[in-house]
């Protein structure tokens, strides 16, 4: 396993002259440059990045005998946390009538994951590792996205920050992985295997509940469906060809595969037309 030292090397770099909600520029904020669907997307985002201790206490259960790991992982935690409070305060600001810690209780209410474990879901700690990091390479494009599609300056810097989070967050998962897939002989059909159930699981519960819980009138019943295909047809509707270059490259990466080559670009191509596909708009041509 990793040494102590490289390790806490590991967890402090995020400490040191790490971004803060207070230091964002909020008096650039500019409400005239705000898009209302994306405005709905950071909503839903707040309340899945505020969720991160959550994921942090599962971490640890898993993952119970390694102090290291867990110490990195609660410091991850710290930062996903951030992510939702810079996320909420931005939207706050924009639309004073929306209360972010009140859709945080509705979400938290309606949405709970299993902590109460001690193995991982995916059948192994390698395992795990690997959708952590197909986790963070969807949230870095993700944030990426939004940070080229939005013309709103502080919303445009928030989501920078959170994209190169997300990405350092994707290293340090990556880095781990190379200690347990010695241990756990994890091999590259199970990588993949384990990175395409995580990517599908994006059409679970977490993201569409957390978008009802987010935009829909108190009260209003939840239908799975719909809430996802309200989210889908947004969030989708901003990628571009490079990025989804980058996340398949990112995706092999963590599988196992070589990150570039005829595969890669095959594939690349594949999901961004699936994507445009679902968000119901024509992908642009190559």
Not at 72 to 93: F, S
Not at 161 to 175: C, G, S
Request: aromatic share 12%.
């Amino acid at each position: 396993m990793a040494d102590v030292n490289g390790t806490e090397s590991r967890a402090t770099e995020s400490r040191n002259g790490h971004w803060t909600v207070a230091g964002l520029p909020w008096d650039k904020l500019d409400r005239s440059k705000v898009n209302p669907d994306i405005l709905k997307l950071i909503k839903a985002a707040a309340l899945v990045e505020y969720n991160g201790d959550s994921y942090a206490d599962y971490l640890c259960n898993v993952f119970a005998d390694n102090t290291e790991f867990c110490r990195t992982a609660r410091q991850w935690a710290v930062e996903e946390v951030q992510h939702g409070e810079a996320l909420g305060a931005w939207a706050e600001r924009v639309d004073p009538s929306w209360n972010f810690q009140a859709a945080v209780t509705r979400f938290r209410e309606g949405y709970k994951i299993d902590i109460d474990v001690s193995q991982s879901v995916r059948g192994s700690r390698a395992g795990e590792l690997v959708a952590r990091c197909i986790v963070e390479t969807g949230t870095s494009s993700y944030y990426t996205a939004l940070a080229e599609a939005t013309d709103e300056p502080v919303l445009k810097q928030i989501c920078r920050h959170i994209a190169a989070d997300e990405f350092r967050h994707y290293k340090l998962f990556y880095d781990y992985l190379g200690d347990y897939l010695t241990q756990e002989r994890l091999g590259k059909f199970g990588r993949l295997r384990i990175s395409l159930s995580r990517i599908n699981e994006t059409e679970d519960d977490e993201l569409s509940f957390a978008y009802h819980a987010a935009n829909a009138d108190e009260g209003a019943p939840y239908h799975r469906e719909t809430a996802f295909a309200n989210y889908v047809r947004r969030a989708y509707s901003y990628y571009r060809p490079h990025h989804l270059d980058r996340m398949v490259a990112m995706v092999f990466k963590a599988s196992g595969l070589k990150p570039q080559g005829w595969l890669h670009d095959v594939a690349s191509r594949y999901a961004y037309k699936r994507m445009m596909k679902k968000a119901g708009v024509p992908p642009l041509a190559a």
